[in-house]
């Protein structure tokens, strides 16, 4: 497998306006994708907000897997940080989120309260590209003020949105790190869309992932693409990639397999939930990547 790579240069950007916005902030809403929590987790964030209150929202939790789900609160609680399931679409969102944030900021809001000043908790939302952060906000706000797209990369630049009359969020451009050494790490933020499909091989990301996914969900991706079931090789991501062609019908004159269309098909879907719902990672081995 070539090595996935993704910096873009407006990445130095948008980490240097982080850290000039720092000042403004007391709390940081670090969203994550539930089904890749570890990859999702920039590790610059440790050093940036090492002295700001921070939050974790596990989102698109409707996606992953609800054992797994529990098994990352508990985790990540376990490390002091504060964390909530959440579905930035789904009913009751609103309400939760706004309830969690103002509790995490509840010790700041009482320093001013005791002094006599009523003040407005500013929050920044961050998280990688393409975790929801906008959507997150739009919900919140219950009217579309930051740009939202199915893509990485959408939000440019800051926006601060009013939630409240005690509540501000920022929302920031997605930021991704300048190298990530794991690549099966890396792999997982390629499955869930938060590399842009154009900078990769996407034949060679959804063979892998189709891989991956027969050891995860075999009978979920079976129903899904049944002429899998009579891959002999299912260890060799170009095998499982021609068997959701026959599986769907994608063959151009000549008998040719239309892999690339195939490889959009089984991306799109797998993000859209369509295959099942599940984690690639486990709280065991956070512990082995952290150690």
Not at 45 to 72: C, G, H, Q, T, Y
Not at 184 to 205: C, Q
Not at 262 to 268: M, N
């Amino acid at each position: 497998m070539q090595t996935i790579n993704w910096y873009p240069g407006h990445m130095t950007k948008a980490k240097r306006m982080l850290e000039d916005d720092l000042k403004l902030i007391d709390v940081v809403v670090e969203i994550v994708d539930a089904r890749a929590p570890i990859a999702c987790r920039n590790p610059d964030f440790e050093v940036l907000f090492k002295n700001k209150i921070r939050v974790m929202l596990l989102n698109k939790s409707d996606l992953s897997s609800p054992s797994a789900n529990k098994e990352w609160v508990r985790y990540f609680g376990s490390k002091g940080i504060s964390v909530m399931e959440a579905v930035s679409t789904g009913a009751g969102a609103r309400k939760n989120a706004i309830a969690f944030i103002e509790k995490a900021g509840e010790p700041i809001l009482k320093k001013y309260r005791d002094k006599g000043v009523s003040k407005t908790l500013r929050a920044m939302v961050v998280g990688i590209p393409n975790v929801g952060k906008s959507t997150f906000i739009n919900k919140l706000a219950g009217i579309t003020r930051a740009q939202v797209g199915d893509r990485p990369g959408v939000t440019r630049g800051k926006q601060w949105v009013k939630i409240s009359p005690y509540l501000e969020l920022m929302d920031t451009p997605g930021l991704l790190w300048g190298k990530l050494d794991d690549q099966e790490l890396a792999k997982h933020i390629a499955y869930i869309g938060s590399i842009r499909d154009d900078v990769m091989n996407v034949e060679e990301i959804a063979g892998l992932m189709l891989c991956d996914l027969d050891k995860l969900c075999h009978d979920a991706l079976i129903k899904r693409y049944p002429k899998l079931e009579v891959v002999e090789d299912r260890d060799v991501p170009e095998s499982m990639l021609e068997g959701v062609c026959r599986s769907r019908g994608f063959i151009l004159s000549g008998g040719v397999l239309d892999t690339e269309r195939a490889a959009r098909i089984v991306l799109d879907e797998f993000r859209a939930g369509k295959i099942a719902k599940l984690s690639f990672e486990r709280p065991e081995e956070a512990r082995e990547i952290c150690e």
